[in-house]
């Protein structure tokens, strides 16, 4: 949903990007939909919604090279807000009591979760040109109800451990962290730096949830195409890939932060979960796995 790195001053292309692919998975039909985002249409430039309306042949062609280009991720990436929100809801049926989400980016769980609404505390956690877009948005659309604490940070340079608690977040309550496409846009200190201040700043039973690339698709060692077209395509938009970790490492990766109950999640697992029906023949991207786990 966000993916980083923003020019100062300047919104994340990528965040934009993330929400054209909520965007278009909300507008087919209900029973055909694996994510719904009623308002992801807001954060896309009016040119751009104007120019699909104005010009559907031109329009579905851009989108078919794009899967030619990245072949399935662009239904990881929905099957991604799927497995995210499901995970949310199960974490607020087992008791959460707040919400952190670490690179919002345009996502607006905050706002079309109906579970969430006037239920928990809910931080959104980004970089303050992406943020400010987004708030601006936010207060168009919704006003100023309060419901969302919005704490401005550049992973780059700032911590959360020094910026968090200055909002109102507590660590004794049971809380669910989400980093949906900010993982591999931040240096692997800032990814440690994070995940220990989630260790020792929550109460037992927190969880988190995020995704990852492998290691050999960021550093450029693996030489499969789709591998190799990501990579170039991110580096054209502006948004290196900065941190990746090979699956097998992963487990003892967050073990060594301080968590448990690891669950990583490929992409055989989310097709076989979302993908029925006439979405049944998409193909996946199986670079993109998603991974929770449990605070000791």
């Not at 580096?235 to 109950?261: C, M, R, T």
């Not at 193909?283 to 786990?293: D, G, K, R, T």
Request: aromatic share 10%.
């Amino acid at each position: 949903m966000k993916e980083k790195t923003e020019v100062s001053g300047v919104p994340s292309r990528m965040a934009e990007g993330i929400a054209m692919q909520r965007f278009a998975e909300t507008s087919k039909n209900k029973e055909n939909r694996i994510c719904s985002d009623p308002y992801a249409i807001h954060f896309i430039r009016p040119e751009i919604i104007e120019f699909g309306k104005n010009n559907p042949e031109e329009a579905k062609k851009l989108v078919e090279q794009m899967e030619q280009l990245l072949p399935g991720l662009s239904s990881s990436i929905i099957a991604r807000v799927r497995y995210f929100d499901d995970y949310l809801k199960t974490c607020l049926k087992n008791g959460i009591k707040q919400l952190v989400i670490l690179g919002a980016g345009y996502d607006t769980r905050a706002h079309r979760i109906e579970e969430l609404k006037n239920k928990i505390e809910i931080y959104e956690v980004d970089h303050p040109s992406t943020q400010k877009f987004k708030m601006n948005v936010i207060e168009k659309l919704f006003g100023n109800d309060g419901s969302v604490k919005y704490v401005p940070i550049d992973f780059e340079t700032q911590k959360i451990d020094e910026e968090l608690p200055k909002y109102g977040y507590r660590s004794d309550l049971k809380t669910l962290f989400i980093m949906e496409g900010l993982s591999m846009y931040i240096p692997k200190s800032a990814v440690e730096n994070t995940l220990s201040f989630i260790k020792t700043n929550s109460k037992k039973g927190s969880s988190i949830i995020l995704d990852f690339y492998p290691e050999s698709l960021t550093n450029g060692t693996n030489t499969e195409q789709i591998a190799i077209n990501i990579r170039e395509y991110l580096i054209k938009q502006g948004e290196p890939l900065k941190f990746g970790i090979e699956e097998k490492d992963v487990e003892q990766f967050l073990k060594s932060s301080g968590f448990n109950n690891i669950t990583i999640v490929n992409s055989n697992k989310y097709k076989n979960l979302y993908f029925e029906g006439k979405n049944r023949d998409k193909s996946v991207c199986n670079l993109l796995y998603f991974v929770h786990a449990d605070i000791e």
